[in-house]
């Protein structure tokens, strides 16, 4: 077997530990690689790179196409980006596969059924990192949802479903309350799902979803969900199964992968040879699949069931009745090479030996053509806090026109006018809605309707377009409308 080219990050904090100790067994194991190191995360970000991440490294990443990485540590604030968002997003990995799997009796569990895989979307959702100060009192953040982007992740949730054999995919959004960005998630899934007959498919918004998951998660098999509840939950799903420390993640896209434990870097237990590298090296043995080494693959996590089942156990997961040895870092990594070639007894044994390299995805984005986008109104956002919202209002009244017309100011979502509330508390960030009186209206219309704000001295500190796209409103009513 020729060797396959792998980009290889040590980390920071336990990082290096658990790398070293991943590819030790990688090693022993027969795995056929062809390592390239580079340098990312901290130290980088220390000698001013505020990406984390230098052009050396991008050459590897984008040559090999596969990358195993160990966890970095991002400092806080400062203008700092995650690296972790930045590498997926850059390399169009849009896909976070992360199986989280209870191993009882021998690690402890409430669930010792649950066999869930959470299908995330990784590059989009709030975490395209847009975010402004907008006043005094109100910051904001750009949640984006796209088409394509929905139709990438559902489209593999389903494909993944099938290669591994899995009856249900579930979708979570919170569509009921984000009626167009979730609702174009829920409605791309519905649409996808025809096309799977054999695999069953429901829907649950995300909070009591997120419920029967922590109570029932024996009733999931597949989960797809937006970036943000993906990320919260995998972890919450992980840690239920039994620790986090011991799950790892794929991250898929059409031109390479990145695989990665879910945890930190931990930098608080760095050093100690106490980290349990099991996350990182199960996520090794997905990137083994992954590229056709599906017999190595299915040696190396054969062996570690071995040692859990065994009770051979790092500190994280060590429960007296449970355990019967604590092991350190590489103690634990040895315990996996003395296992090759064994087969666990009581926990599943598992084969990756008829995998095929990746999961044929076919097209996945299908283009549609252009809607008739018609001009309606605009939304403009001031900083204000001179006085009511009535106040507002009878002053804003001054620059309606003839084909723009003030219909309604809300704060922080909320309708505040016409004929709001008392009670509502509002803070300095003002939306005002002007639609139009009937006649078609342009850019050039919006323009004037700005500068007639601008002469009431008035501070607008953005606006939004409202269309209709084919006839439907491509924006949502204000709370209490």
């Not at 498919?201 to 997120?210: P, Q, S, T």
């Not at 992954?290 to 009770?311: M, S, Y």
């Not at 002053?395 to 006018?417: D, F, H, Q």
Request: proline letters at 5%.
């Amino acid at each position: 077997m020729s060797k396959t080219a792998i980009t290889v990050a040590y980390g920071d904090g336990i990082g290096p530990e658990i790398m070293h100790a991943t590819l030790h067994v990688l090693q022993e194991a027969g795995a056929q690689l062809d390592i390239d190191p580079i340098e990312i995360g901290q130290s980088v970000y220390a000698r001013g790179v505020s990406s984390g991440i230098e052009p050396e490294a991008w050459d590897s990443l984008r040559r090999t196409r596969i990358f195993l990485k160990a966890p970095i540590t991002t400092p806080q604030g400062g203008g700092f980006k995650s690296l972790n968002v930045t590498i997926r997003k850059s390399l169009g990995l849009y896909a976070n596969v992360r199986p989280c799997v209870a191993y009882a009796p021998f690690v402890r569990t409430r669930h010792p059924q649950m066999d869930v895989v959470i299908v995330r979307e990784n590059e989009e959702d709030l975490y395209a990192g847009i975010e402004h100060r907008q006043t005094d009192e109100v910051m904001q953040c750009l949640k984006l949802i796209s088409r394509p982007g929905c139709e990438k992740i559902v489209r593999y949730a389903f494909e993944y479903a099938r290669a591994n054999g899995r009856k249900k995919v579930t979708c979570f959004t919170k569509d009921n309350i984000m009626k167009l960005t979730d609702g174009l998630f829920h409605k791309v899934f519905d649409e996808i799902a025809v096309g799977y007959p054999d695999i069953q498919r429901e829907h649950l918004i995300v909070d009591i979803g997120a419920a029967k998951l922590a109570d029932t998660p024996e009733a999931f098999d597949v989960i797809v969900t937006p970036n943000l509840y993906g990320d919260i939950l995998s972890d919450v799903a992980a840690q239920i199964a039994g620790s986090v420390g011991m799950a790892g993640s794929a991250n898929i896209g059409e031109h390479g992968a990145m695989f990665e434990a879910i945890h930190g870097s931990a930098p608080s237990i760095a050093g100690q040879n106490i980290a349990n590298p099991s996350g990182l090296l199960l996520a090794a043995v997905m990137m083994l699949a992954h590229i056709g080494q599906g017999e190595v693959a299915t040696r190396i996590h054969n062996a570690w069931l071995c040692a859990i089942e065994e009770g051979v156990h790092t500190p994280d997961i060590f429960t007296e009745g449970f355990s019967s040895v604590t092991a350190g870092t590489r103690e634990f990594a040895e315990a996996v090479v003395a296992r090759l070639g064994s087969e666990p007894r009581t926990l599943q044994p598992v084969s990756y030996a008829s995998t095929k390299k990746g999961i044929e995805m076919g097209t996945l984005v299908t283009r549609r053509p252009a809607a008739k986008k018609d001009l309606v109104g605009v939304d403009v956002f001031l900083h204000w806090r001179d006085g009511s919202p009535d106040d507002l209002g009878a002053r804003l009244s001054l620059a309606s026109a003839e084909k723009l017309g003030l219909t309604m100011i809300t704060n922080r979502g909320v309708k505040v006018w016409p004929n709001g509330l008392p009670e509502t508390f509002c803070t300095d960030h003002w939306r005002c809605r002007f639609l139009g009186k009937g006649d078609a209206i342009g850019h050039s219309d919006i323009i004037g309707l700005l500068q007639r704000i601008e002469a009431l001295n008035l501070d607008f500190i953005k606006c939004e377009n409202l269309c209709n796209f084919d006839g439907e409103p491509g924006f949502a009513l204000g709370q209490g409308q």
